[in-house]
């Protein structure tokens, strides 16, 4: 059993942090450079609230410091920021890192491991990638979206062999209920994540839908997630990178994902679309367009969803969208 700091007390990295905590039996810090979250979970007594499908609302006590009180000594770093909040983070924390220590970057979109390797060697870097719907209700209030025991997750190595840290990692995550899955292709298993939120996290957040909403459109899957997943395989294609599953299988799994997995869920980007913050577009849409183009392809509709990402932003300041997240009195 290895001892846990997750960066990032919002809907992923309490996810992971309460059920290393409270399913493994793990011993679990929180480290929170959100000043105000912090300041949140310290006034609750230092407890965040956790609930499952928006019943059972409880309790959970939790351990939590921000980046420059946190003098613990993890084996393992977990990292869920926001790509465009790790490069600040990572700084923050930096003074804390040992040689013995190894991190893990499940964040969505790409951008993350290039960040993690200025701190930590290829072989104790472990990327990866969660099925796992969560929202974040309010800072230090979190919602497990599923049955118990659902939601999967995949890994691997940066240096791409399996270490026994990562051994030992995946044994904790499979007695958190985290059901990962470990391969030797670093960038198969980040991209399948990233073209799967290319269609589904962009989309949905756009038209402010659950992703099950979407399947109201009969020809979802032939003409919006065809054309993105195209893209973005033929990008994968150009630089050398082989997913983990088929394009057919990636468009299949995006409707049957949404219509039979997690129907009623808000993706994160329509998390922070809503609460009127940034966008993780560029690290997701628009990462896939900088692919194409680097490697001499065009990625137009992956380029035009990011624009139009970037546009229902803008609109927010004309017409502020409605919060349809659960919120507890």
């Known amino acids: 059993m290895m001892k846990y700091a997750v960066v990032g007390a919002g809907a992923m990295g309490l996810r992971y942090g309460l059920l290393l905590q409270e399913v493994a039996g793990c011993p679990v810090d929180f480290v929170e450079p959100t000043q105000a979250s912090l ?6 007594g230092d407890v965040v609230y956790q609930s499952r499908d928006h019943q059972d609302r409880h309790e959970v006590p939790v351990n939590i410091y921000s980046p ?25 924390v930096a003074p804390k890192f040992k040689a013995h220590q190894v991190a893990v970057g499940a964040m969505n979109g790409m951008g993350h491991i290039e960040k993690l390797q200025q701190y930590f060697t290829d072989d104790r870097i472990i990327g990866g990638t969660a099925m796992i719907a969560t929202v974040l209700n309010d800072f230090g209030d979190v919602d497990f979206i599923g049955a118990a025991n659902s939601g999967s997750s995949a890994y691997a190595n940066v240096s791409e062999t399996e270490t026994e840290a990562a051994k030992a990692v995946m044994a904790d995550f499979q007695a958190a209920q985290l059901n990962p899955s470990f391969s030797n292709n670093l960038m198969g298993t980040l991209c399948t994540k990233v073209f799967f939120n290319a269609v589904e996290n962009s989309i949905a957040t756009m038209f402010q839908a659950r992703m099950g909403e979407l399947m109201a459109y009969d ?20 630089a050398g990178i082989t997913l983990l599953e088929s394009q057919e299988a990636m468009v299949a799994s995006t409707v049957s994902i949404a219509k039979n997995v997690v129907p009623l869920h808000f993706p994160s980007m329509y998390q922070d679309f809503v609460k009127g913050r940034p966008t993780e577009v560029d690290y997701i849409n628009g990462w896939i367009a900088n692919l194409a183009e680097k490697h001499g392809l065009t990625a137009p509709t992956q380029r035009f969803v990011t624009s139009l990402v970037h546009l229902a932003e803008e609109m927010r300041q004309f017409n502020p969208p409605v919060n349809q997240l659960a919120v507890h009195d």
Not at 39 to 44: L, P, R, T, Y
């Open 39 to 44: 300041d949140k979970i310290h006034a609750q």
């Open 68 to 92: 420059e009180e946190y003098n613990g000594n993890p084996d393992v770093w977990i990292f869920f920021m926001k790509q465009m909040q790790l490069a600040d983070t990572l700084q923050r």
């Open 219 to 238: 020809d979802f899957a032939a003409n919006i997630a065809q054309p993105l997943v195209s893209e973005a395989y033929a990008a994968a294609a150009a």
